[in-house]
């Protein structure tokens, strides 16, 4: 770890100052200093570090911030730049005493906390997150700085190493009462607002899996379920309408879908009130573009693309088409185009996308026929369903079309 850490500082410089007009020359140097007593380190490192000639110093662990900066200032280096990796109480002192610069979190908290709660609910429901780049779920790095006036309290870092104690429980290491005041669960509000209709049954699982979520973290949850509405354009404007009087009211976070940029817009108004917003299922792009917290769901043109592959595997297809019902909702257009890059890289034929009514079985089949346009067996053709709601059209449109190889999403 250490090796890598000097590498990622050393070409990290070497990068930055290559593109300055008059490039300085950098020598970047490596030593390491065997941890032993207080009083042999600080005699090696002021040797070490005699003269000054370090204009900037990074620790591979915080374990030795005293002594080098001890060090430096019995050399007089004041100049000396010096920033550590880790925090601990002892760094959280010297960051405020602007001894330095910098110290590097991996969040050591949530590398204890989350393996628990993953296995947890991995144990209880089988269901794991999809691995992402790497396989790696990034803990850090996060930069604490001496000007991180909310970071370096000395109650910040008792929650820290006290593990951010939850009332009713008050304790601190080795039982005694943490100066870290406890969290009364009970008092956080979590909303949410999405545009799962309560006719769509893709949504029945997320609305009781955050009812779930929410007792088992003992808050408070507000999230209504939309009836059918006129149009999707009355639907997102009443969404708008919600998420902004969530964050108005003072709610303690909120998750939602971005399904059209109204609600992105409202989204963006409760940022500007410090409302914490993480989004889920629709809205990806809005989310990364806003700087949401979070976004739990799936780049769902990738999801259409792994969709053609599987259909390819699966059936022998002449004339592949991507069913559409929701044609507002750009979610499922992007699920198409997915499926559309997968056969046309696979070179196999591709009709493009069939938009069907989401309310009226008979129109949906008299469209799809008409697009198909081809009388008795459908072997060789393929349709992708782009969500779940119109599996039960699809599937009474089989039992006449025999050979129809059907595939879907949810």
């Given at each position: 770890?250490f ?7 050393r070409s990290?410089l070497?990068?930055?100052t290559s ?11 490596w030593?390491e200093?065997?941890?032993?007593t ?5 005699s ?19 374990r ?8 430096l200032?019995?050399n007089?280096?004041?100049?000396a730049?010096v ?9 959280i002192?010297?960051?405020s ?5 910098f ?9 204890g ?5 993953f ?7 089988g ?8 396989s790696?779920y ?5 930069l ?9 309290t ?6 820290v ?9 008050d304790?601190g290491?080795g ?5 870290c005041p ?5 008092q956080i509000?979590i ?12 949504w ?6 955050a ?8 808050v ?13 354009e ?19 976070g909120?998750?939602?879908s971005?399904p ?18 993480m989004?889920?299922?629709a809205g990806?792009?809005?989310s ?9 769901g799936?780049?769902e043109?990738n999801a ?10 699966m059936a ?16 499922l257009?992007q699920?198409?185009?997915g499926?559309?890059?997968a056969?046309?890289?696979?070179d ?6 069939i ?16 697009e198909i ?9 393929a ?7 119109a ?15 059907i595939?879907?999403?949810?």
């Amino acid at each position: 770890a250490f090796a890598s850490r000097f590498e990622g500082y050393r070409s990290r410089l070497e990068e930055v100052t290559s593109n300055l007009t008059a490039s300085p020359t950098i020598r970047v140097e490596w030593f390491e200093v065997e941890y032993n007593t207080y009083s042999s380190m600080l005699s090696t490192l002021t040797s070490k570090l005699a003269g000054c000639k370090y204009q900037s110093i990074l620790l591979g662990t915080g374990r030795f911030a005293n002594v080098v900066t001890s060090a430096l200032q019995r050399n007089n280096c004041s100049q000396a730049l010096v920033g550590t990796f880790d925090r601990s109480g002892d760094i959280i002192k010297l960051l405020s005493l602007r001894r330095l610069e910098f110290a590097i979190d991996q969040y050591t908290y949530l590398q204890g906390w989350s393996p628990i709660h993953f296995a947890s609910l991995y144990v209880s429901t089988g269901l794991v997150l999809a691995p992402p780049p790497d396989s790696i779920y990034l803990a850090g790095p996060d930069l604490i700085t001496q000007g991180d006036n909310a970071g370096i309290t000395d109650t910040a870092q008792a929650c820290v190493e006290d593990g951010f104690p939850v009332c009713p429980n008050d304790l601190g290491i080795g039982g005694k009462k943490s100066s870290c005041p406890c969290t009364d669960r009970e008092q956080i509000v979590i909303a949410g607002v999405v545009h799962g209709i309560s006719t769509d049954v893709f949504w029945d699982t997320v609305f009781d899996a955050a009812a779930q979520g929410a007792r088992d973290m003992g808050v408070q949850l507000e999230f209504e379920r939309y009836p059918p509405q006129e149009s999707d354009e009355l639907l997102y404007r009443k969404m708008s309408a919600r998420i902004l009087s969530y964050c108005q009211e003072g709610v303690s976070g909120i998750f939602v879908s971005i399904p059209d940029p109204v609600v992105a817009e409202a989204v963006a108004a409760c940022l500007t009130l410090g409302t914490r917003v993480m989004s889920i299922n629709a809205g990806i792009d809005a989310s990364l573009e806003l700087g949401l917290l979070h976004h739990i769901g799936m780049v769902e043109e990738n999801a259409g693309y792994a969709a053609g592959v599987k259909m390819a595997e699966m059936a022998t297809i002449e004339m592949s088409y991507c069913i559409n019902q929701f044609p507002d909702l750009p979610v499922l257009g992007q699920r198409c185009a997915g499926f559309a890059k997968a056969m046309e890289d696979l070179d196999l034929q591709h009709g493009g996308q069939i938009i069907v009514p989401n309310d009226n079985s008979l129109l949906f089949t008299r469209t799809v026929e008409e697009e198909i346009a081809r009388d008795g067996d459908w072997s060789g053709i393929a349709v992708l369903i782009s969500g779940a709601s119109a599996v039960p059209e699809a599937l009474e449109l089989k039992k006449q079309r025999s050979g129809l190889d059907i595939g879907t999403f949810d």
